[in-house]
């Protein structure tokens, strides 16, 4: 396995910046996740890492070696795409075995890893089918599985997961990371799907603008956002955002309750006029405001409140977090 290392990495698309001044490390056997929204730079950076695109300033490094002008195919790196991107023609095995064959390797080497790979998946009953006849799932594991008979120093998905429906798109969650942890490979993963990131990653990059905003563990990324765009884009919903003088106070809208529920004696009150409520079946999400400030309380079925009222709301201190308004920088007291 190996480590990988981003030094001041910048890629420019004429004034587009998609990748600006990116220092990152990634530990061996890590599973890294690369988060952000569409034109973040996340994908352009794992391009980088391939080779698939040059950098234009800074250094990639692969354990201790710099390998901007290694070729894609010498640099120990597999990749699994959002497109599964298999052979119709030819069976899971022909598939899976394909690179194999492409670098000329006897053929009992080929079947040995093959079948490891298969087996690591899950999927050596379906060997001899050929991709129209299996599942969505399946296809994505026949991708992961031809990726990984090349035994790469470094694995590098860009969301596999999004074609799958929601309920497989979990299964297999669980299963991606079960068997990276297996293996051990140095992972990074690109994704816009938070819920994704905070599943899969031993730490999450947020990216925006060609940038790392913060990088984390899940709980740090969402306790203890580093700026106000980790902060609204980390969280389902996100944090509520309340305007005061030159700061903006936050919190998460599950900290967000009826004040006779916080008895703690350091506790902020907010009189919470109702606009909304949506029933979500295990919890309610209740929309209204504070002031001129949009805010959203998740709360429990067994909390009800009536849309119309103003009731009051409270924060335990503990929780509420604050952020410069100009920068949109952390502020700690």
């Known amino acids: 396995m190996a480590r990988v290392r981003f030094n001041d990495l910048k890629k420019h698309f004429g004034p587009v910046k998609a990748v600006d001044g990116v220092d990152l490390e990634i530990a061996d056997g890590e599973f890294l996740v690369l988060l952000g929204p569409s034109g973040s730079g996340k994908t352009t950076l794992m391009r980088l890492c391939a080779g698939l695109e040059e950098p234009t300033a800074g250094s990639i ?99 596999p997961l999004s074609n799958l429906d929601a309920k497989v798109r979990h299964t297999a969650r669980d299963e991606l990371k079960k068997f990276q942890r297996e293996i051990g490979v140095t992972t990074i993963y690109v994704t816009h799907d938070q819920v994704e990131a905070m599943g899969l990653g031993d730490r999450i990059a947020v990216m925006n603008e060609g940038k790392i905003r913060q990088i984390g563990s899940p709980d740090e990324i969402y306790q203890e956002p580093a700026d106000t765009f980790v902060a609204g884009f980390v969280g389902l919903p996100p944090m509520n955002f309340l305007e005061e003088g030159g700061a903006l106070t936050a919190f998460r809208p599950e900290t967000f309750l009826p004040a006779d529920l916080i008895t703690d004696q350091e506790r902020r009150i907010f009189n919470f006029r109702v606009e909304r409520i949506e029933h979500l079946g295990s919890y309610l999400l209740v929309y209204g405001k504070v002031g001129d400030n949009l805010m959203i309380a998740n709360l429990s079925l067994r909390h009800p409140v009536e849309e119309g009222t103003e009731v009051p709301f409270a924060v335990r201190l503990a929780d509420i977090r604050y952020y410069d308004r100009a920068s949109g920088r952390r502020i700690v007291k």
């Open 61 to 159: 490094f692969i354990d201790d070696q710099v390998v901007n002008d290694v070729a894609p195919r010498k640099r120990g790196i597999a990749m699994v795409f959002q497109s599964y991107a298999l052979y119709p023609h030819m069976t899971v095995f022909k598939n899976i075995a394909f690179p194999l064959s492409v670098e000329g390797l006897p053929r009992q080497e080929i079947r040995d890893k093959v079948e490891w790979a298969a087996g690591l998946l899950g999927i050596a009953h379906l060997l001899e089918r050929k991709p129209a006849l299996i599942s969505g799932g399946e296809r994505q594991r026949v991708a992961i599985a031809r990726a990984l008979v090349r035994r790469p120093r470094v694995l590098l998905m860009d969301e």
